[in-house]
């Protein structure tokens, strides 16, 4: 099932045309690898999915009803279930790695019900195996900001699994990583796909290898191919415009 | 829309420690705020102390006009906890609260001095031969009160001024309302940092250049005076009613704290705070960054106004000067010099820069010479005010509350 469709869109900044007609779609569940050289366009067509950034033209259709995402504010995207993980670790530095999650958990989220909101048994269990998960289990209590950067990223993967999104977009996930921490990301991130769309950028082939998905390639603002790692790696345009580089 | 439940990815996962995980301990409310018993019981303390060295109720060390100094302190230090909120914790910058404690002073000024004039016209109509009609009276208090802006009609604003109730209620809207209206505008467009300061500063100028007009029913650059004078309450002393005016100030001070604590401290507290340091994340989590600025904007209004309605009536007079934006740049260097991003920081630094001040310019410190140059406090403090301000933001970013940490850090 479809999942998330792009049709047709395009988006220009001053001129320079970041988007040019790209249409992707992905199922759920689905892993989807997305490469391409520096400038393809990978991280401003996770901006227009997120609502970050409005398209000049084209459509984002989302779920079995089909709903029109360029119509809904961030927040509601992301309560209608897509996550996002920053390429730069963005977790609240200032709080405790506790209080980060808890507030990525999903309960609700508007200003009255938040003001009365009280963690329940249910929510402490949860933060705690979502703790456990990212292996943040006796750091909990300190202050995010204390962590080291692989840690941060951590925190931020735990924050994105507490939303329990449908669609989860992770922008280099692996950057800043130990060997073991990758293989660790690359177990969750196929684990999270059993159940619901992922779709990953990155630049590092191995990962991707290791994540053995579908993979697609943008450049210039639209896809140039997609299938098996194995399939757009033997492509002559992808050889020449990325690989061959 | 209806989202699917499926079980969540960590619960898939093999969690081996799954059986020794305890869920950390509830810790009560004021455990987690130990600023709060602190706080309450030094404010009861104080309130004691003022109230046994009083002139109405005690022994008479602290003269009224003392005593009301220190109940206007404390309003002060309450408008200062919201702007920490609003500032500190929330990351808006508001250079206009000082308007909706305006607003909640003339809306409380607009009822003492209706009810006081009427009382006085009712008194001096006693020996007629034909009792008035309430026309008349209404009349005789509208003469009297605009006669200074040459007027004689009752505006329409003063619809509601011969009903406590009603202008109570309107401490709470008007301020409520306006900063609804401004902040909904303001933040649906995304305002934000020096923007937004700037147009609360329009707001508040364009606010008092309003009521220095004449013709607004608000009695123009006169404002609204003898707000000492309580309704009803003649035959009290104004040393009595001095201290009765402390208790409220320190009540609402008190429950302000609280209030404000509990906010700042739980979940909701985490997402403003969250919402300072990093906006456009926090609304990638899925909450309505939009919503929770208008929140705290205008509770923060409200309890502002209800510190300036506290305030007036012991201050005596109200004039569209008490609205003007620098009152509301005064009230950041206080929340700035305190420490932002806790309470007591803030009410630190609106009481001890707020008292220094009025030590200082009424003539309390003696003048100091230096050879030929005397220095005058009046003139200079302003100075050494902007100075100090400097200072803490180059050497104390933390404030003077920072220092807490380190007592506090250095205890076993």
Known sequence: ?245 | MTLINRPPVAATAPILAQGTQTPPPRRGFLRENPSIPWFLGLLTIFTLIVSVLSEGLGIGALSTSMVKILGMTLCLCLIAIAMDVVWGYCGILSLGHFAFFGLGGYAIGMWLMYARTEIVIRESLTGAVLPPTEAELSEAVAAQIFGVVGSSELPLIWSFAHSLPAQLALVVLVPGLLALVFGWLAFRSRVTGVYLSILTQAMTLALALYLFQNDTGLRGNNGLSGLQNIPGLFDIPQAVLAVWFLWASALALGLGYLLFAWIVSGKFGSVIRAIRDNEARVRFLGYNVEGYKLFVFTLTAIISAIAGALYYPQAGIINPAELAPIASIYLAVWVAIGGRGRLYGAVIGAATVSLLSSWLTGGGAPNIEIGAFRLMWADWWLVFLGLGFVAVTLFFPKGIGGLFDKIVRKAP
């Open chain 1, 1 to 245: 099932m479809t999942l998330l469709e792009v049709r047709d869109v395009s988006v220009s900044f001053d001129g320079f045309r970041a988007i040019n007609n790209l249409s992707l779609s992905i199922g759920e569940p689905e892993l989807r690898a997305v490469i391409g050289p520096n400038g393809a366009g990978k991280t401003t067509f996770m901006d227009i999915v997120t609502g970050k950034t409005r398209p000049d033209s084209g459509q984002v259709l989302w779920g079995e009803r089909q709903i029109d995402l360029l119509r809904l504010s961030e927040s509601q995207i992301a309560r209608a279930g897509i996550g996002r993980k920053f390429q730069k670790p963005t977790v609240f530095e200032d709080q405790s790695v506790r209080a980060n999650l808890s507030m990525a958990v999903r309960n609700k989220r508007g200003p009255f019900a938040v003001l009365i909101w009280r963690a329940t048994a249910q929510d402490h269990q949860r933060i705690t195996e979502l703790a456990h998960e990212i292996g943040l289990t006796e750091r909990l209590d300190d202050r995010a900001g204390d962590l080291s950067h692989g840690q941060k990223q951590w925190l931020e993967i735990g924050m994105l699994l507490a939303q329990d999104p449908r669609l989860l977009l992770v922008d280099e996930p692996a950057a800043g990583m130990t060997p073991s921490e990758r293989e660790h990301t690359t177990d969750l991130l196929k684990r999270a796909a059993q159940t619901r769309a992922v779709m990953v950028i990155e630049h590092d082939m191995e990962f991707i290898r290791r994540l053995d998905c579908r993979v697609t390639v943008l450049h210039e603002g639209s896809v140039l191919a997609e299938g098996s790692l194995d399939h757009v790696t033997k492509n002559q345009q992808v050889i020449d415009v990325y690989l061959g580089r």
